[in-house]
């Protein structure tokens, strides 16, 4: 039995040149895919026990971080836009063997990214109470999100600056640099986190303040292994010097070209999120600290797709820099393969202990009898979610990032606040309907970018 079936995948088109065995293109594959994979598991498990240690304090304390969430990522959505388009664009300069390109690429991105952070940073630190009533929150939630949210966002050059050289590295195919960065920073978010939120070995008890502080110091530790990991000549990137820093016209208007649309696809995934959120918000105290687990775990499965996405990028975009529209095609499939295993291992796992999962996260009776109400859909949801990432990896490694803005922005921007408003008030459904409507944008989704992928025209985008 094969896992890969290439006459099907290329559909009788001519290969560009020899095609690897199965058996080195599943290799090929996972040499790439496991640190990204690893690595986005261990950010999201680590943002798992995170919820967890704050869960501790009791529902209204994870309701209050929860209620950043959205905001959080509106702010960072610039800079993820950002990260698409120089991962694509290395990517296809390492196809090309063209290592000055690549460079020039990570230099113009760095000096975009500080620019930027200083204007976020100002916005959402200077507007946090105003941002935080808007989210949603509820008298006993509304001091602490605020508290959380002025310092995350407060430390968010560490942030963004590591963000976009890993970013760099992985289209390079250094993936296993991102994965030993976030595993340091995400380790020394926990150890802050044990010594501030309940007080321990002396340190004060700060409690969600104390989860704030603990991931932004995860930040600068991160920050330090990143800046480190382009300072050696021998890499294939590497950063000279403030000396050489010098703005590049023709490469910020080519990275500017691509991560446009797809900040347009963040701001509308992120109105569509934050819209979604504020409606279940209304549902209480209680469901929003229920919800929130179930987002939780949901990120769980994105972390997978997202470590799939990372190779395709590195793939798919290096096999495009090297005219080979066939081998993109083919790693793209190859990537969905494994994407499809690990959703059948994650519904084996929510269908047979998910009770027992949502119970680390609290004891309170009222938040544990929404657990059937959240894990069932998640089962199905774990499919379309993972095959959609993936889907959208491949399509953004082509450059053909305006396609999959348009997709989130009739799917996440309207169709899931509206379908989950729908289910949630007027048909009476509560919590259950606002999951139903998650249901509906996932599936949306993955039809129509899986579509999209299988027609192979992104294959011809030049960038």
């Not at 598991?41 to 529902?59: A, E, K, P, T, Y």
């Not at 050289?165 to 044990?194: D, E, H, K, P």
């Not at 021998?234 to 500017?256: E, K, N, S």
Request: glycine share 10%; charged share 10%; proline share 2%.
């Amino acid at each position: 039995m094969h896992l890969i079936h290439i006459d099907k995948i290329l559909r009788k088109t001519p290969a560009a040149g020899e095609i690897p065995d199965e058996r080195e293109l599943l290799q090929n594959t996972m040499q790439v895919a496991w640190p990204s994979i690893v690595e986005s598991f261990l950010v999201s498990l680590v943002g798992m026990i995170d919820m967890i240690m704050v869960g501790s304090l009791g529902s209204y304390a994870i309701a209050a971080v929860g209620l950043t969430t959205q905001p959080k990522f509106i702010g960072l959505a610039i800079f993820v836009s950002l990260n698409v388009a120089v991962s694509a664009l290395v990517a296809r300069r390492r196809g090309e063997q063209d290592q000055e390109s690549a460079n020039k690429v990570l230099v113009q991105a760095l000096l975009i990214t500080l620019g930027l952070t200083v204007v976020v940073t100002a916005l959402c630190v200077g507007f946090a109470d105003q941002i935080i009533r808007f989210a949603g929150s509820a008298p006993d939630t509304h001091a602490d999100a605020v508290a959380y949210f002025r310092i995350i966002m407060g430390g968010l050059i560490f942030n963004s600056v590591t963000l976009v050289i890993n970013a760099a590295q992985r289209g390079a195919g250094n993936t296993r640099i991102a994965m030993r960065t976030n595993m340091v920073s995400n380790g020394v978010n926990l150890l802050f986190n044990y010594l501030l939120i309940g007080g321990n070995f002396g340190f004060p008890k700060l409690g969600v303040k104390g989860a704030a502080i603990a991931t932004v110091i995860g930040t600068v530790f991160g920050l330090v292994l990143s800046v480190r990991s382009v300072s050696h000549p021998d890499q294939f990137l590497y950063f000279h010097g403030l000396r050489h820093v010098r703005f590049d016209r023709r490469t910020i208007r080519t990275i500017t070209s691509i991560s446009s649309s797809t900040l347009a696809e963040q701001v509308f995934l992120r109105i569509g999120f934050f819209t979604y959120a504020i409606i279940v918000a209304h549902l209480g105290t209680v469901a929003f600290a229920a919800h929130q687990i179930g987002m939780n775990l949901l990120t769980i499965n994105f972390s997978l797709g997202d470590g799939l996405s990372a190779a395709s990028i590195a793939l798919v975009g290096r096999s495009l820099g090297e005219n080979r529209a066939d081998l993109a095609r083919i790693y793209g499939s190859v990537c969905q393969r494994i994407g499809l295993f690990f959703s059948c291992v994650l519904a084996v796992i929510y269908l047979s202990v998910g009770k027992y999962i949502f119970m680390l996260f609290s004891q309170e009776a009222q938040i544990l009898a929404f657990a059937p109400v959240i894990i069932t859909p998640m089962i199905l949801i774990v499919f379309m979610q993972i095959a959609n990432v993936t889907f959208s990896g491949c399509l953004r490694a082509a450059g053909d990032t305006v396609f999959v803005a348009v997709v989130s922005l009739i799917s996440v921007t309207f169709i899931r606040p509206f379908s989950g408003w729908l289910f949630c008030y007027p048909l009476q459904m509560g919590l259950m309907g606002a999951w139903l409507g998650l249901t509906v944008d996932q599936a949306l989704r993955s039809l129509l970018n899986g579509l999209r992928f299988a027609g192979g025209r992104w294959t011809k985008i030049k960038i």
